[in-house]
């Protein structure tokens, strides 16, 4: 089945650092879709990008679906505490959403 | 901003007991979709759902079943609930036009079963 390998899977950072993380597949999806998970809840959604090579920003984040449609990344700038939790990219191709296994951010104040 | 509710959040029960989970959407949503999540783990697929009176199941096979007489809920039930169904159901809902390449969630039901 189709698979999307995100990386990395945690990260231990500064506050007021920047931050990248991305997702890689061997499949082409029409729309790429980044979550934030906190514990304990649901999904949040953070970006959606439907347009091969579009950036889109969201305040301190910033995503771009890559141009062969194959991945996209996340960047989050001067990141702070409240960024910790696990981000999540999913791609979608006809009805199907596939799901990245997550990146696990911790922020150090 | 999504308005997708799950009912209970929080829920344990033992082996043998038939369980439901609520899920209701008030954004008029057609398609609406079940995933079960492990801590810390990715999502998977197990139902999915059009419309009025149409379910699928999806790429994660589960015991459970789902139902869709409304458009705006979409229950789940395990009709005997084992320990290995012991995980977070999260529910979602995507409308039909271009914008329903995107999904949103509820905040998940977490079961445990003893």
């Known amino acids: 089945g189709q698979q999307l390998n995100q990386s990395p899977q945690s990260m231990f950072i500064q506050e007021g650092e920047d931050v990248s993380m991305n997702c890689t597949s061997s499949?082409?999806?029409?729309?790429w879709l980044w979550y934030k998970q906190d514990p304990g809840e649901g999904p949040v959604l953070l970006i959606a990008?439907?347009?091969?090579?579009e950036l889109t920003s969201n305040g301190r984040l910033t995503a771009q679906f890559g141009i062969t449609r194959k991945d996209s990344f996340l960047n989050i700038s001067a990141s702070i505490p409240s960024d910790v939790g696990i981000y999540f990219c999913?791609?979608?191709?006809?009805?199907?959403?596939?799901f990245g296994k997550g990146t696990k951010l911790t922020v150090n104040p | 901003e999504a308005d997708i509710y799950q009912t209970p959040r929080y829920l344990v029960i033992g082996t043998g007991k038939k369980i439901t989970l609520e899920c209701s959407q008030t954004?008029?949503?057609?398609?609406m979709y079940w995933y079960q999540q492990d801590p810390g783990m990715e999502l998977h697929l197990i139902h999915y759902?059009?419309?009025?009176?149409?379910?699928e199941k999806g790429d994660l096979s589960s015991e459970s079943t789902v139902s869709r007489i409304r458009t705006e809920h979409f229950p789940l039930t395990l009709e005997s609930a084992r320990p290995s169904h012991t995980s977070q159901y999260l529910c979602?809902?995507?409308?039909?036009?271009?914008?329903?390449?995107?999904?949103?969630f509820g905040e998940g039901s977490w079961l445990t079963v003893v």
């Open positions: 979602a809902s995507s409308p039909s036009d271009r914008a329903g390449n995107t999904i949103y």
């Open positions: 499949s082409i999806f029409n729309t």
């Open positions: 990008l439907y347009k091969a090579g």
């Open positions: 999913a791609g979608r191709r006809a009805e199907k959403l596939v």
């Open positions: 954004m008029g949503h057609d398609k």
């Open positions: 759902s059009y419309g009025v009176n149409s379910t």
